[in-house]
């Protein structure tokens, strides 16, 4: 069957370790799949399958820290993701995920020179 193309065993055992790990866990598990696809994807730069998993696994981990209102922490995730993805499916969506890091950040700072007056 032609069209996405996934590394199925990553997928699957990454669906099983979200399932019995806690949240903290699960961020430093996406960290080191993160890590291993960068390698792959440096070695092999035109692997569609390395580009979709690379791309996969920071937007998953860019979202963890996302919804702990982490954004520091979630925007080089994204980042990341962003200078692979050309046409990527999820390229709109990492996109707007940029933009909001980059509104909290203008607004944390707005925040902070309000409180420092």
């Not at 860019?62 to 390229?91: S, T």
């Amino acid at each position: 069957m032609e069209g996405r193309k996934t590394d199925t065993t990553t997928t699957a055992s990454i669906s099983r370790l979200f399932n019995s790990v806690s949240p903290e866990q699960k961020v430093l598990a996406l960290i080191a799949e993160v890590d291993v696809y960068k390698k792959r994807l440096q070695r092999d730069p035109s692997n569609e399958l390395f580009k979709n998993q690379f791309i996969k696994l920071n937007f998953e981990c860019g979202n963890l820290f996302l919804a702990n209102q982490q954004y520091v922490e979630a925007k080089p995730y994204f980042e990341a993701a962003d200078k692979v993805a050309d046409r990527h499916h999820l390229k709109s969506c990492i996109s707007a995920k940029l933009l909001i890091i980059k509104e909290e950040f203008i607004f944390a700072s707005i925040v902070k020179a309000k409180n420092g007056m």
